[in-house]
T-cell receptor, first 121, second 112 residues
Framework: GAVVSQHPSRVICKSGTSVKIECRSL??????MFWYRQFPKQSLMLMAT?????????EQGVEKDKFLINHASLTLSTLTVTSAHPEDSSFYIC?????????????????FGEGSWLTVV | EDKVVQSPLSLVVHEGDTVTLNCSYE??????LLWYKQEKKAPTFLFML????IEKKSGRLSSILDKKELFSILNITATQTGDSAVYLC????????????FGTGTRLKVLA
């Protein structure tokens, strides 16, 4: 079964509105989750590290006011794309890692959510 | 700046062929390297490599790490059309969190 769940899998929103994407770790508590963005035929680009109970750490070039990250519990991180524009249309994907080796999962390994396709019209 | 580079960027082979995908990395205080397979959605985990020279194997797939030369290879033998995907490798340093830097990926297409 899924280790990390992401919702929604697809969302279409109007330009100027905000959209929230949720990432949940199902079988373990994750103090840290990661948010990636992937454009068609390109690799995963790390956007930010979501830290439970504290501020997210953003990668260089990622606008923290535009991509709001909240990690309110040990199993849930949310990414909110604020004032979305068509150029924000992309595949957003989160990941989390079990804190240790918990069979059948490997420690030190990241597991991805199913990803969310965002289309801004 | 940490980086991970994969080659080739794309590859087309016929069923039954053997392919080797390359991943070179420059990661500060390197800890581990992961290989993933991505089809239409989220990447699925293949291998984690931490020690040099120890081959990881799963069916027709195998991978090995060379920490001296800073690279890893992923081999797929007797390729099948179902192996068509993008293969990603990612390196992790010792930042204390599971922060991985991904390579550009290799797009593999296996023709029947």
């Amino acid at each position: 079964g899924a280790v990390v769940s992401q919702h929604p899998s697809r969302v279409i929103c109007k330009s100027g509105t905000s959209v929230k994407i949720e990432c949940r770790s199902l079988d373990f508590q994750a103090t840290t989750m990661f948010w990636y963005r992937q454009f068609p035929k390109q690799s995963l680009m790390l956007m930010a590290t979501s830290n439970e109970g504290s501020k997210a750490t953003y990668e260089q070039g990622v606008e923290k006011d535009k991509f709001l990250i909240n990690h309110a519990s040990l199993t849930l991180s949310t990414l909110t794309v604020t004032s979305a524009h068509p150029e924000d249309s992309s595949f957003y994907i989160c990941s989390a890692s079990p804190p240790s080796v918990v069979p059948p999962y490997s420690g030190n390994t990241i597991y991805f959510g199913e990803g969310s396709w965002l289309t801004v019209v | 700046e940490d980086k991970v580079v994969q080659s080739p960027l794309s590859l087309v082979v016929h069923e039954g062929d053997t392919v080797t995908l390359n991943c070179s990395y420059e990661v500060t205080n390197f800890r581990s390297l992961l290989w993933y397979k991505q089809e239409k959605k989220a990447p699925t985990f293949l291998f984690m490599l931490t020690s040099s020279g120890i081959e990881k194997k799963s069916g027709r797939l195998s991978s090995i790490l060379d920490k001296k030369e800073l690279f890893s290879i992923l081999n797929i033998t007797a390729t099948q059309t179902g192996d068509s995907a993008v293969y990603l490798c990612a390196g992790r340093g010792s930042s204390g969190t599971y922060k991985y830097i991904f390579g550009t990926g290799t797009r593999l297409k296996v023709l029947a």
